[in-house]
């Protein structure tokens, strides 16, 4: 499968029952619904997957589910988020071994290391795999920031072939193709500022209120790319208070009440987290309940 990524990638939900087990046939609708409305990747067991409350086998049957779903046409990429360089190289292997056809690769969690060991960390796990490999870039919430002169000096690895820039900060995508010109597929990763990011030069958008809203969001990115600015623009403003949900710690229960107020996911989440109660819970239904009822027609002929 080509490595050529680009589009619309859903950052999935996993979806539990009611006693926090793993709903699997859930989750297969779920990616059903993504594949349907035309995204062009999807990325389990990230973040907003819950990557650190699952157990190595459960990661490994989402995978497996999710590439069923896609059935060769999309790629299908695990996130692989762990706290030790051994434990990461492990997951690695194991993702390659269910037939993934990527990896989104993640700081050492728990530890923010410096560029040094940052460096040897991405290094080793990608000797682990032959895979190709999405640097995920997050120093806003992982505490470790990969620079843009980092990424040059990472050039020399083949399987680092895309970045998700999530670092909150527009000038990185520039700065990035500067130094590596077309090296790698830079994807943005922040929802609220994907529209901004596609136009300085990203080509992807492994987005998060997609998974209640795909058909806006690959609208957008359509749209975009034919040269359609004005009625991007238009359907992205109608978007953004929507997607500054992405941009919270509470992203994960945000974005699953978005689901289950559109019909097509739960709100349940697997402790630690809690679903949102009270008058936080009400805040954010009132954002998704206004979008609702403004939520914008879409000319749904425009394909990529």
């Not at 190709?132 to 000096?153: L, R």
């Not at 990011?197 to 998060?208: D, T």
């Not at 949900?245 to 349940?268: F, H, R, Y």
């Amino acid at each position: 499968m080509s490595t050529q990524w680009s589009g619309v990638f859903p950052a999935v939900t996993t979806k539990f029952d009611e006693h926090y087990q793993m709903d699997y046939p859930a989750m297969e609708r779920h990616f059903r619904f993504m594949v349907d409305s035309g995204v062009h990747g999807l990325v389990v067991t990230g973040t907003l997957g819950e990557n650190g409350v699952l157990s190595p086998a459960e990661k490994i049957e989402v995978l497996r589910i999710a590439l069923e779903v896609a059935g060769g046409e999309i790629p299908v990429l695990a996130g692989v988020a762990e706290n030790t360089t051994a434990a990461a190289g492990r997951t690695a292997e194991q993702v390659a071994e269910a037939g993934g056809n990527g990896i989104m690769l993640l700081p050492p969690m728990l530890y923010p290391s410096n560029p040094r060991e940052t460096s040897l960390f991405f290094r080793t796990v990608a000797s682990a795999t032959d895979l190709p490999i999405m640097v995920y870039n997050n120093p806003v919430s992982y505490k470790v920031d990969i620079t843009p002169e980092m990424f040059a000096e990472f050039a020399d690895v083949p399987t680092f072939v895309a970045i998700k820039e999530s670092s909150d900060d527009l000038r990185r995508i520039g700065e990035i193709i500067n130094l590596t010109g077309e090296r790698y597929r830079i994807f943005t990763g922040v929802d609220n500022l994907a529209m901004e990011s596609l136009l300085m030069g990203a080509c992807g958008w492994v987005a998060g209120l997609v998974c209640a809203f795909p058909r806006e969001t690959v609208a957008i990115y359509r749209l975009i790319q034919n040269g359609q600015l004005e009625e991007a623009r238009r359907i992205y403003r109608w978007f953004l208070p929507l997607l500054k949900l992405d941009v919270s710690t509470k992203l994960v229960q945000n974005i699953k009440l978005a689901e289950a107020m559109v019909g097509v996911g739960g709100e349940t989440v697997r402790p630690p987290r809690l679903p949102l109660t009270g008058a936080e819970r009400e805040q954010v239904k009132q954002v998704i309940e206004e979008a609702l009822k403004n939520r914008p027609k879409l000319d749904l002929s425009s394909r990529l």
